[in-house]
Every structure is written in C-alpha cells, then in structure tokens.
C-alpha cells in the first residue's frame, strides 16, 4: 500500500468518525426523543408544525430537566432558570399558530410563564427540594402545552 493510499484512508475515517460524534453531540444535547418530529406530512406541513417560542422553551427545558432527570444535577437548571423564565415571557406573548390559538392555551401559557418566574426565583436558593420541585411542575406544565400542540399524539419519551 502506499503512502498516499494510507494517508487517504486514515482521512477517510476520520472523517467518518468525526461525522458520526457530531451526530452524536447533537442527539446529546436535544437528549429525548420525539416520534410526532418524525412525522411532518402525516396531518400537517412543516410550516403548520413550526412555533419557534416553544421550540426555543423546549431547548432550554431539556437543558435544565434532563441533567437533573439523569442525575440528580440542578446546577444546569439553577443556571438557566433566567433564562427559562424570559422564555416564557416571550412564549406568552408571541401570536399564537391558528391551530393553538385557544382562550385554553393563552390561559397554560400564563401559568407557564408564572410558573417560570417563581422557579427563577426558587433557583436562586439554596433549597434543592423546592429546585427539584420546582423544576419538575415548569417540565410537565411544559408537556401540557406540547400535547395541545401535538393533539396527544407523539408522547413524550426519555432515555
């Protein structure tokens, strides 16, 4: 073999590895799947499934819930509890898909939103249990709305 043929090889796969870790980090930081993103031409186009506040409140719900779910870790949520109640405020006051756009579903974001602040608040002590707590009522508040969204179909999963 020669050098040239070698050198192409080891190119080869490095790149194939270095493709197969970014899917990996990607699937990582997203970290629970899904089946309705699957889905898109079942009942619905792309564009009637996108509501970009959700998708936004999403990452960073899965950023703060999961290390904690996983691990008993609430330093990610204690971090971005801020940052977890802004983009609650935001969802809140962003117009609303036609599909959502409920007396109901104004009424969950409110409450999200509240819910949102307090834990923000809550983060900022040292009283794990009321974090924990916390955190965990912002998560299935959060899958409340996502089941509205989704029409119940396409359960949520964890890893």
Do not use: R
Not at 10 to 34: N, P, Q, R, T, Y
Request: with cysteine.
């Amino acid at each position: 073999m020669t050098i040239s043929k070698y050198l192409s090889g080891i190119l080869f796969v490095s790149a194939l590895v270095a493709m197969a870790c970014g899917g990996k980090k990607a699937e990582e930081a997203h970290d629970h799947e899904h089946p309705h993103e699957h889905s898109a031409s079942d009942s619905a186009t792309a564009a009637e499934e996108e509501w970009k506040a959700m998708d936004d409140f999403h990452m960073l719900m899965a950023e703060s819930f999961h290390p904690y779910k996983d691990s008993a870790n609430l330093a990610p949520a204690k971090s971005k509890a801020a940052e977890l109640s802004a983009a609650a405020e935001v969802w809140a006051s962003a117009p609303l898909p036609e599909k959502v756009n409920t007396d109901e579903m104004k009424a969950k974001l409110e409450t999200l939103k509240t819910a949102a602040q307090t834990f923000s608040a809550t983060a900022k002590t040292t009283n794990d249990k009321a974090i924990a707590d916390g955190l965990t009522d912002l998560h299935d508040q959060f899958h409340a709305i996502q089941e509205m969204w989704y029409g119940g179909k396409g359960a949520h999963h964890h890893h």
